[in-house]
């Protein structure tokens, strides 16, 4: 499985973005999806993750409320819709794809594949 992640940009604070991460293959419905991101200077961390089917979904404390993660099987792609955006938001957000059951959905040394990474910059 390929990830190919975009839609990072600069924004605002109490702004708005929506990432998009596409995958290759035939097999995308397969995997628990989850995203990930690393500031600068710190480590990569949990944000959101998504089973299989679309429910359940987790998130990080730190965004809960404030971000969605969905999925569209047919469409291979996953989103995270990222909204009151504040300056701790600022990191390279990462898509991965796990094979592994739902429960290490949160554990990134569990997933198998990882997209590029893309730059959400919130400025205040």
């Known amino acids: 499985v390929q990830l190919q992640a975009f839609g990072g940009g600069l924004v605002q604070a109490g702004g708005s973005l929506r990432l998009s991460c596409a995958a290759s293959?035939?097999?995308?419905?397969?995997?628990?999806m989850g995203w990930f991101r690393r500031a600068p200077e710190k480590d990569r961390v949990f944000v959101a993750g998504?089973?299989?089917?679309?429910?359940?979904?987790k998130y990080a404390d730190s965004v809960e409320g404030r971000f969605t993660i969905s999925r569209d099987n047919s469409k291979n792609t996953v989103y995270l819709q990222m909204d009151s955006l504040t300056t701790e938001d600022t990191a390279v957000y990462y898509c991965?794809?796990?094979?592994?059951?739902?429960?290490?959905?949160?554990?990134?040394?569990?997933?198998?594949?990882w997209g590029q990474g893309t730059q959400v910059t919130v400025s205040s």
């Open positions: 991965a794809a796990t094979s592994k059951p739902y429960r290490w959905v949160v554990h990134p040394n569990k997933y198998d594949y």
């Open positions: 293959g035939h097999t995308f419905e397969r995997y628990t």
């Open positions: 998504i089973s299989e089917s679309g429910r359940p979904t």
